[in-house]
Protein backbone atom coordinates (compact mmCIF):
# COMPACT_ATOMS: atom_id res chain seq x y z
CA UNK A 1 0.00 0.00 0.00
CA UNK A 2 2.69 2.34 1.09
CA UNK A 3 6.11 1.71 -0.95
CA UNK A 4 9.14 4.52 0.57
CA UNK A 5 12.12 3.89 -1.08
CA UNK A 6 15.56 5.58 -0.50
CA UNK A 7 14.33 8.67 0.77
CA UNK A 8 16.99 11.27 2.17
CA UNK A 9 16.14 14.96 2.93
CA UNK A 10 18.71 17.48 4.64
CA UNK A 11 17.63 20.66 5.91
CA UNK A 12 19.77 23.82 5.09
CA UNK A 13 20.12 26.80 8.02
CA UNK A 14 22.21 29.68 8.57
CA UNK A 15 25.12 28.23 6.87
CA UNK A 16 24.45 24.75 8.33
CA UNK A 17 23.39 21.10 7.23
CA UNK A 18 21.13 18.66 8.92
CA UNK A 19 19.89 15.68 7.74
CA UNK A 20 16.89 14.78 8.78
CA UNK A 21 16.21 11.26 6.52
CA UNK A 22 18.98 9.39 5.34
CA UNK A 23 18.08 6.81 2.87
CA UNK A 24 14.80 6.01 4.50
CA UNK A 25 13.13 2.23 3.29
CA UNK A 26 9.94 0.55 4.55
CA UNK A 27 6.76 -1.04 3.41
CA UNK A 28 3.75 -0.78 4.77
CA UNK A 29 1.16 -3.30 3.66
CA UNK A 30 -2.60 -2.82 3.06
CA UNK A 31 -4.81 -2.33 6.62
CA UNK A 32 -1.07 -2.80 8.40
CA UNK A 33 -0.75 -0.43 10.98
CA UNK A 34 3.21 1.20 11.06
CA UNK A 35 4.28 2.88 14.57
CA UNK A 36 7.73 5.09 13.95
CA UNK A 37 9.27 5.07 16.84
CA UNK A 38 12.28 7.34 18.43
CA UNK A 39 13.96 10.25 20.10
CA UNK A 40 12.72 13.98 19.04
CA UNK A 41 14.22 14.78 15.95
CA UNK A 42 15.32 11.74 15.38
CA UNK A 43 13.23 12.51 11.69
CA UNK A 44 9.75 10.47 12.65
CA UNK A 45 7.70 14.12 11.64
CA UNK A 46 9.44 14.64 8.67
CA UNK A 47 8.93 11.52 6.74
CA UNK A 48 5.36 11.60 7.93
CA UNK A 49 5.30 14.88 6.36
CA UNK A 50 7.07 13.69 2.87
CA UNK A 51 4.54 11.03 3.22
CA UNK A 52 1.54 13.40 3.15
CA UNK A 53 3.09 16.05 0.22
CA UNK A 54 3.89 19.11 2.81
CA UNK A 55 7.64 17.99 2.91
CA UNK A 56 9.84 17.31 -0.54
CA UNK A 57 12.49 14.98 0.17
CA UNK A 58 15.61 15.67 -1.84
CA UNK A 59 16.10 11.80 -3.45
CA UNK A 60 13.79 8.76 -3.42
CA UNK A 61 10.52 7.67 -4.11
CA UNK A 62 6.83 7.31 -2.82
CA UNK A 63 4.40 5.20 -3.73
CA UNK A 64 0.96 5.06 -2.71
CA UNK A 65 -1.88 2.23 -3.89
CA UNK A 66 0.75 1.16 -6.55
CA UNK A 67 0.95 5.16 -7.56
CA UNK A 68 4.10 7.13 -7.49
CA UNK A 69 3.30 10.25 -5.20
CA UNK A 70 6.86 11.31 -5.51
CA UNK A 71 9.64 10.50 -7.45
CA UNK A 72 13.27 12.56 -7.27
CA UNK A 73 14.35 10.62 -10.29
CA UNK A 74 10.99 11.07 -12.80
CA UNK A 75 9.89 14.37 -11.65
CA UNK A 76 7.04 13.44 -9.93
CA UNK A 77 5.41 15.06 -6.90
CA UNK A 78 1.53 15.15 -6.59
CA UNK A 79 -0.07 17.94 -4.24
CA UNK A 80 -1.06 16.54 -0.51
CA UNK A 81 -4.91 17.29 -1.39
CA UNK A 82 -4.83 14.75 -4.49
CA UNK A 83 -2.61 11.70 -2.54
CA UNK A 84 -6.04 10.40 -0.86
CA UNK A 85 -4.96 10.28 2.98
CA UNK A 86 -6.08 12.07 6.13
CA UNK A 87 -3.90 13.55 9.00
CA UNK A 88 -4.54 14.15 12.40
CA UNK A 89 -2.07 16.24 13.66
CA UNK A 90 -0.23 16.78 17.49
CA UNK A 91 -2.50 19.73 17.93
CA UNK A 92 -5.69 18.03 16.43
CA UNK A 93 -5.85 21.56 14.32
CA UNK A 94 -10.11 21.64 14.87
CA UNK A 95 -11.57 24.75 13.39
CA UNK A 96 -12.99 27.15 16.82
CA UNK A 97 -15.41 28.80 14.66
CA UNK A 98 -17.55 25.26 13.60
CA UNK A 99 -19.53 22.95 15.26
CA UNK A 100 -18.17 19.74 15.52
CA UNK A 101 -20.61 17.88 12.45
CA UNK A 102 -19.02 21.03 10.38
CA UNK A 103 -15.62 20.28 11.29
CA UNK A 104 -16.35 16.36 10.46
CA UNK A 105 -17.21 17.24 7.24
CA UNK A 106 -14.99 19.75 6.06
CA UNK A 107 -13.18 17.49 3.51
CA UNK A 108 -16.29 16.70 1.97
CA UNK A 109 -17.54 20.24 1.36
CA UNK A 110 -14.19 21.68 0.68
CA UNK A 111 -13.15 18.53 -2.49
CA UNK A 112 -17.12 19.19 -3.61
CA UNK A 113 -18.78 17.06 -5.79
CA UNK A 114 -20.93 15.50 -3.49
CA UNK A 115 -24.40 16.13 -2.37
CA UNK A 116 -25.51 17.76 0.89
CA UNK A 117 -27.67 14.72 1.36
CA UNK A 118 -24.56 12.57 1.29
CA UNK A 119 -22.19 14.57 3.42
CA UNK A 120 -25.14 14.95 6.12
CA UNK A 121 -25.40 11.04 6.25
CA UNK A 122 -21.88 10.65 6.01
CA UNK A 123 -21.02 13.05 8.62
CA UNK A 124 -23.49 11.14 11.06
CA UNK A 125 -22.02 7.42 10.72
CA UNK A 126 -18.22 9.08 10.80
CA UNK A 127 -19.44 10.37 14.70
CA UNK A 128 -21.20 7.39 15.21
CA UNK A 129 -18.21 5.57 15.16
CA UNK A 130 -16.07 8.01 17.20
CA UNK A 131 -19.03 8.18 19.62
CA UNK A 132 -19.76 12.26 18.99
CA UNK A 133 -22.87 11.34 17.20
CA UNK A 134 -24.94 13.34 20.33
CA UNK A 135 -22.43 16.49 20.00
CA UNK A 136 -23.01 16.94 16.37
CA UNK A 137 -23.89 20.54 17.19
CA UNK A 138 -22.17 21.63 19.66
CA UNK A 139 -19.11 24.29 19.30
CA UNK A 140 -15.97 22.27 18.73
CA UNK A 141 -13.99 24.24 21.45
CA UNK A 142 -16.63 23.36 24.01
CA UNK A 143 -14.97 19.68 23.36
CA UNK A 144 -12.77 17.97 25.73
CA UNK A 145 -9.53 16.49 25.10
CA UNK A 146 -10.12 13.23 24.46
CA UNK A 147 -13.64 14.57 22.27
CA UNK A 148 -10.99 16.84 19.93
CA UNK A 149 -8.81 13.93 19.57
CA UNK A 150 -11.84 11.96 18.18
CA UNK A 151 -13.20 14.60 16.01
CA UNK A 152 -9.57 14.93 14.96
CA UNK A 153 -9.88 11.02 13.72
CA UNK A 154 -13.22 11.91 12.59
CA UNK A 155 -12.59 14.37 10.29
CA UNK A 156 -9.66 12.70 8.89
CA UNK A 157 -11.29 9.47 8.18
CA UNK A 158 -14.63 10.87 6.81
CA UNK A 159 -13.82 11.02 3.19
CA UNK A 160 -12.52 7.26 3.40
CA UNK A 161 -8.99 7.48 2.53
CA UNK A 162 -6.56 5.20 0.98
CA UNK A 163 -3.70 6.07 4.20
CA UNK A 164 -4.11 7.62 7.73
CA UNK A 165 -1.42 9.25 9.05
CA UNK A 166 -1.27 10.22 12.82
CA UNK A 167 1.62 12.51 14.56
CA UNK A 168 1.81 12.08 17.77
CA UNK A 169 -1.98 12.56 18.54
CA UNK A 170 -2.18 11.33 22.15
CA UNK A 171 0.53 13.45 23.42
CA UNK A 172 -1.61 16.34 24.79
CA UNK A 173 -4.18 13.66 27.08
CA UNK A 174 -3.53 12.84 30.22
CA UNK A 175 -1.95 9.45 31.06
CA UNK A 176 -5.36 7.85 31.56
CA UNK A 177 -7.21 9.16 28.54
CA UNK A 178 -4.17 8.17 26.67
CA UNK A 179 -4.75 4.57 28.00
CA UNK A 180 -8.37 4.70 26.72
CA UNK A 181 -7.60 6.00 23.25
CA UNK A 182 -4.92 3.92 22.45
CA UNK A 183 -7.90 1.09 22.91
CA UNK A 184 -10.45 3.39 20.60
CA UNK A 185 -7.68 4.06 17.86
CA UNK A 186 -6.85 0.53 17.16
CA UNK A 187 -10.27 -0.63 17.00
CA UNK A 188 -11.24 2.17 14.72
CA UNK A 189 -8.61 1.40 12.38
CA UNK A 190 -9.03 -2.26 12.53
CA UNK A 191 -12.56 -1.93 11.77
CA UNK A 192 -12.34 0.40 8.77
CA UNK A 193 -8.78 -1.39 7.75
CA UNK A 194 -7.28 1.61 6.69
CA UNK A 195 -3.63 1.83 6.22
CA UNK A 196 -1.73 3.77 9.11
CA UNK A 197 1.47 4.99 9.98
CA UNK A 198 1.53 6.36 13.82
CA UNK A 199 4.29 8.99 15.12
CA UNK A 200 5.00 8.35 18.45
CA UNK A 201 7.90 9.18 21.14
CA UNK A 202 6.64 6.64 23.75
CA UNK A 203 7.49 3.64 23.66
CA UNK A 204 3.86 1.62 25.29
CA UNK A 205 2.08 3.60 22.43
CA UNK A 206 4.34 1.88 19.60
CA UNK A 207 4.00 -1.79 20.89
CA UNK A 208 0.24 -1.58 21.83
CA UNK A 209 -1.13 -0.10 18.86
CA UNK A 210 1.18 -1.33 16.11
CA UNK A 211 1.38 -4.36 14.27
CA UNK A 212 4.98 -3.07 12.90
CA UNK A 213 7.14 -0.63 14.89
CA UNK A 214 10.19 0.93 13.00
CA UNK A 215 12.47 2.45 15.24
CA UNK A 216 14.18 5.59 13.68
CA UNK A 217 17.60 7.51 14.70
CA UNK A 218 19.35 10.37 13.44
CA UNK A 219 17.38 10.63 10.05
CA UNK A 220 17.24 6.32 9.36
CA UNK A 221 15.73 3.33 10.26
CA UNK A 222 17.47 1.33 12.79
CA UNK A 223 15.29 -1.62 13.03
CA UNK A 224 12.06 -2.88 11.56
CA UNK A 225 10.28 -5.55 13.45
CA UNK A 226 6.90 -6.58 15.67
CA UNK A 227 6.53 -5.14 19.09
CA UNK A 228 7.61 -8.34 20.46
CA UNK A 229 10.64 -8.79 18.23
CA UNK A 230 11.85 -5.26 18.83
CA UNK A 231 10.96 -5.85 22.65
CA UNK A 232 12.46 -9.24 23.43
CA UNK A 233 15.48 -9.42 19.96
CA UNK A 234 16.85 -5.77 19.95
CA UNK A 235 19.33 -6.34 17.27
CA UNK A 236 21.74 -2.69 18.26
CA UNK A 237 22.54 -0.84 21.82
CA UNK A 238 20.44 1.97 20.98
CA UNK A 239 17.29 -0.11 20.58
CA UNK A 240 18.20 -2.42 23.47
CA UNK A 241 18.10 1.39 25.46
CA UNK A 242 15.39 3.03 23.65
CA UNK A 243 12.99 0.42 23.80
CA UNK A 244 12.13 -1.23 27.39
CA UNK A 245 15.51 -0.23 29.28
CA UNK A 246 17.32 -2.91 28.54
CA UNK A 247 20.70 -3.91 30.65
CA UNK A 248 23.57 -4.37 28.72
CA UNK A 249 25.83 -7.44 29.85
CA UNK A 250 29.37 -8.89 28.67
CA UNK A 251 29.24 -11.79 27.25
CA UNK A 252 31.58 -14.70 25.74
CA UNK A 253 29.88 -17.38 23.34
CA UNK A 254 30.30 -20.92 24.81
CA UNK A 255 29.95 -22.55 21.36
CA UNK A 256 29.51 -21.55 17.71
CA UNK A 257 26.07 -21.34 16.28
CA UNK A 258 24.69 -22.48 12.69
CA UNK A 259 23.35 -19.89 9.99
CA UNK A 260 19.89 -19.75 11.33
CA UNK A 261 18.43 -16.70 11.66
CA UNK A 262 17.46 -16.04 14.83
CA UNK A 263 19.25 -18.70 16.33
CA UNK A 264 19.90 -19.71 19.65
CA UNK A 265 23.36 -19.74 21.67
CA UNK A 266 24.95 -20.67 24.74
CA UNK A 267 26.72 -17.65 26.32
CA UNK A 268 28.93 -16.73 29.49
CA UNK A 269 27.88 -14.20 31.85
CA UNK A 270 28.60 -12.61 34.98
CA UNK A 271 25.52 -14.25 36.14
CA UNK A 272 26.41 -18.02 34.65
CA UNK A 273 25.70 -19.14 31.18
CA UNK A 274 22.62 -18.24 29.94
CA UNK A 275 20.79 -19.39 26.55
CA UNK A 276 19.83 -16.66 24.20
CA UNK A 277 19.05 -15.46 20.75
CA UNK A 278 21.24 -14.11 18.03
CA UNK A 279 20.67 -12.84 14.39
CA UNK A 280 24.11 -13.50 12.96
CA UNK A 281 26.64 -16.54 13.50
CA UNK A 282 28.94 -16.59 16.31
CA UNK A 283 31.91 -18.20 16.90
CA UNK A 284 32.71 -19.76 20.18
CA UNK A 285 34.89 -17.55 22.42
CA UNK A 286 33.26 -14.73 20.80
CA UNK A 287 33.23 -11.59 22.91
CA UNK A 288 29.99 -9.96 22.54
CA UNK A 289 26.85 -7.63 24.53
CA UNK A 290 23.76 -9.45 26.15
CA UNK A 291 20.69 -7.45 26.48
CA UNK A 292 18.75 -8.37 29.32
CA UNK A 293 15.27 -6.70 29.73
CA UNK A 294 14.54 -5.77 33.55
CA UNK A 295 11.46 -8.33 34.04
CA UNK A 296 14.27 -11.08 33.04
CA UNK A 297 16.42 -10.91 36.28
CA UNK A 298 15.47 -13.10 39.05
CA UNK A 299 16.04 -10.92 42.22
CA UNK A 300 16.22 -12.98 45.28
CA UNK A 301 16.99 -12.21 49.15
CA UNK A 302 20.30 -12.93 49.51
CA UNK A 303 21.80 -16.40 50.66
CA UNK A 304 25.43 -17.83 50.01
CA UNK A 305 23.98 -21.24 49.16
CA UNK A 306 22.44 -19.19 45.91
CA UNK A 307 23.89 -19.07 42.54
CA UNK A 308 23.71 -15.90 40.77
CA UNK A 309 25.79 -12.70 41.93
CA UNK A 310 25.64 -10.55 44.80
CA UNK A 311 24.12 -7.08 45.02
CA UNK A 312 22.37 -4.45 47.02
CA UNK A 313 18.66 -2.45 46.15
CA UNK A 314 19.85 0.58 45.90
CA UNK A 315 16.25 2.16 45.01
CA UNK A 316 12.41 1.16 43.79
CA UNK A 317 9.75 2.35 42.21
CA UNK A 318 6.39 1.29 42.91
CA UNK A 319 4.57 0.85 39.57
CA UNK A 320 1.17 -0.41 40.56
CA UNK A 321 1.14 -4.48 39.67
CA UNK A 322 5.25 -4.14 39.55
CA UNK A 323 8.31 -2.42 41.65
CA UNK A 324 11.05 -1.69 39.55
CA UNK A 325 14.17 -1.69 41.28
CA UNK A 326 17.53 -0.96 40.98
CA UNK A 327 20.17 -2.94 41.89
CA UNK A 328 24.16 -2.35 42.90
CA UNK A 329 26.54 -5.41 41.64
CA UNK A 330 30.01 -4.41 42.15
CA UNK A 331 30.43 -0.80 39.63
CA UNK A 332 27.16 -2.00 37.70
CA UNK A 333 23.80 -0.72 38.09
CA UNK A 334 20.63 -3.22 37.34
CA UNK A 335 17.47 -1.74 36.30
CA UNK A 336 14.97 -5.01 37.31
CA UNK A 337 11.31 -5.23 37.39
CA UNK A 338 9.45 -7.41 39.83
CA UNK A 339 5.71 -8.43 40.90
CA UNK A 340 5.05 -5.97 44.03
CA UNK A 341 4.40 -9.14 46.46
CA UNK A 342 8.08 -10.06 45.53
CA UNK A 343 10.08 -6.95 45.61
CA UNK A 344 13.22 -6.32 48.59
CA UNK A 345 13.31 -3.02 50.19
CA UNK A 346 15.81 -0.67 49.47
CA UNK A 347 19.42 -1.66 51.35
CA UNK A 348 18.67 -5.20 51.04
CA UNK A 349 21.15 -7.43 50.05
CA UNK A 350 19.82 -9.72 46.84
CA UNK A 351 21.42 -12.44 44.52
CA UNK A 352 20.41 -11.60 40.95
CA UNK A 353 20.51 -14.17 38.08
CA UNK A 354 18.77 -14.44 34.83
CA UNK A 355 16.02 -16.71 34.19
CA UNK A 356 14.15 -15.63 30.61
CA UNK A 357 15.56 -17.46 27.46
CA UNK A 358 14.43 -14.50 25.35
CA UNK A 359 17.27 -12.31 25.88
CA UNK A 360 19.15 -11.35 22.92
CA UNK A 361 23.08 -10.73 21.49
CA UNK A 362 23.42 -7.07 20.22
CA UNK A 363 25.02 -7.26 16.27
Known amino acids: MISIAGLELTYHTAGTSHAALRGVTIEVGQGDFLALLGPSGCGKTTLLRCVAGLATPDRGRIAIGGETVFSSQEGIEVPARLRDIGMVFQSYAIWPHMTVAQNAAFPLRYRGGTKKAEIRERTLEILRLVHLEALADRPAPALSGGQQQRLALARALIAQPKVL ?110 ECFTTVPRRAGERATLAVQPEAFEVLVAAASEPGVRGTVEGAAFLGDAVEC ?21 GESVTVRITSRTCMLLN
Open 165 to 274: LLDEPLSNLDARLREEMRFELRELTRRLSVTTIFVTHEQAEALSLADMVAVMNEGALVQVASPRDLYNRPQIEFVARFVGRANLVPAEVVAANGAASPARVCVATPFGEV
Open 326 to 346: IVRTGDAMLITKLPSSAAPSV
